[in-house]
């Protein structure tokens, strides 16, 4: 049997961004993170001199936060350019409001159909509001982990999902571009995240994150003539623990979906440095 093909670089990601340059969800995420970057990454008075915090780089700018629904490769040839052309074609395609709309919300795999039916003139009324304020809206509650606690390399907010109708949005999106062959198949099931921290992004990497908020070691892999490539972890027990019940931002609106180009630039908004990424194409709710 032949082996299976390598699967190709991602270059490109779908997803929801939640950081629009209006108030007031950007003025809640940028309050929300600036002092949560201040509480892991600033030792405070009585810290130990061998006491070192989470590096900042390791904290992800607001212009960066989103939902991502799936990644794509899409290289900078012929070939690439067409399939992301037929993407942005795709993507422009979708009745996103149709879609939300199509979602049934008084089923599901998770056994509350008899819960989501009583709630059902409730549920109708909130989608009136949304109708009239003009798309639905997102809150970012809590803090996880990718790897175990105690070796964290990626700290996430999800979102508020309880009827799942988010979630089931989010995976007919994708299954468009599924069916259309210009998704990656990661070969895992959604988990929708907005990235609050990576330390992948920690320049250098000379020191090791540690304390008793997050005592860190190292991990890492084989690299290029031997050397080798190592990822700062830490543990984020404490910080999982105290920012269980943390609320980022509230009713973040869903204004639209978008295909970016992996690689955040650096920007400037309302005279603060800031990064984003670069927007390929859109469709807005």
């Given at each position: 049997?032949?082996?299976?093909?390598?699967?190709?670089?991602?270059?490109?990601?779908?997803?929801?961004?939640?950081?629009?340059?209006a108030?007031?969800?950007?003025?809640?995420?940028?309050?929300?993170?600036?002092?949560?970057?201040?509480?892991?990454?600033?030792?405070?008075?009585?810290?130990?001199?061998?006491?070192?915090?989470?590096?900042?780089?390791?904290?992800?700018?607001?212009g960066?936060?989103?939902?991502?629904?799936?990644?794509?490769?899409?290289?900078?040839?012929?070939?690439?350019?067409?399939?992301?052309?037929r993407?942005?074609?795709?993507?422009?395609?979708?009745?996103?409001?149709?879609?939300?709309?199509?979602?049934?919300?008084?089923?599901?795999?998770?056994?509350?159909?008899?819960?989501?039916?009583?709630?059902?003139?409730?549920?109708?009324?909130?989608?009136?509001?949304?109708?009239?304020?003009?798309?639905p809206?997102?809150?970012?509650?809590?803090?996880?982990?990718?790897?175990?606690?105690?070796?964290?390399?990626?700290?996430?907010?999800?979102?508020?999902?309880?009827?799942?109708?988010?979630?089931?949005?989010?995976?007919?999106?994708?299954?468009?571009?599924?069916?259309?062959?210009?998704?990656?198949?990661?070969?895992?099931?959604?988990?929708?995240?907005?990235?609050?921290?990576?330390?992948?992004?920690?320049?250098?990497?000379?020191?090791?994150?540690?304390?008793?908020?997050?005592?860190?070691?190292?991990?890492?892999?084989?690299?290029?003539g031997?050397?080798?490539?190592?990822?700062?972890?830490?543990?984020?027990?404490?910080?999982?623990?105290?920012?269980?019940?943390?609320?980022?931002?509230?009713?973040?609106?869903?204004?639209k979906?978008?295909?970016?180009?992996?690689?955040?630039?650096?920007?400037?908004?309302?005279?603060?440095?800031?990064?984003?990424?670069?927007?390929?194409?859109?469709?807005?709710?």
């Amino acid at each position: 049997m032949l082996p299976k093909p390598p699967k190709p670089p991602p270059t490109h990601f779908l997803c929801i961004p939640l950081s629009p340059p209006a108030p007031p969800a950007r003025a809640q995420l940028l309050r929300a993170l600036s002092a949560f970057r201040q509480d892991v990454c600033t030792p405070p008075p009585a810290a130990a001199p061998s006491d070192v915090l989470l590096p900042p780089d390791a904290v992800r700018p607001v212009g960066t936060l989103h939902l991502t629904l799936g990644v794509m490769s899409f290289p900078r040839d012929d070939e690439g350019e067409g399939r992301l052309k037929r993407a942005g074609e795709v993507l422009r395609g979708l009745g996103l409001r149709g879609l939300w709309s199509g979602v049934d919300t008084a089923g599901g795999d998770d056994g509350r159909g008899v819960e989501r039916r009583q709630e059902k003139k409730e549920a109708e009324e909130e989608e009136e509001e949304e109708e009239e304020e003009g798309c639905p809206k997102i809150t970012l509650k809590g803090l996880a982990s990718m790897q175990p606690a105690d070796r964290a390399a990626v700290l996430y907010a999800p979102p508020v999902d309880q009827d799942g109708v988010l979630q089931a949005f989010c995976e007919k999106v994708r299954d468009v571009f599924t069916q259309a062959e210009l998704m990656v198949d990661e070969g895992r099931p959604l988990l929708l995240h907005a990235t609050v921290v990576n330390t992948v992004y920690v320049k250098g990497n000379k020191k090791e994150a540690g304390g008793s908020r997050g005592r860190g070691g190292r991990g890492g892999r084989g690299g290029r003539g031997g050397k080798r490539w190592e990822r700062l972890v830490f543990d984020a027990t404490d910080v999982l623990e105290r920012y269980e019940d943390q609320v980022w931002a509230e009713d973040i609106p869903l204004e639209k979906v978008a295909i970016c180009r992996m690689g955040a630039k650096k920007v400037v908004v309302d005279g603060e440095e800031d990064e984003a990424y670069e927007v390929e194409a859109e469709v807005q709710f």
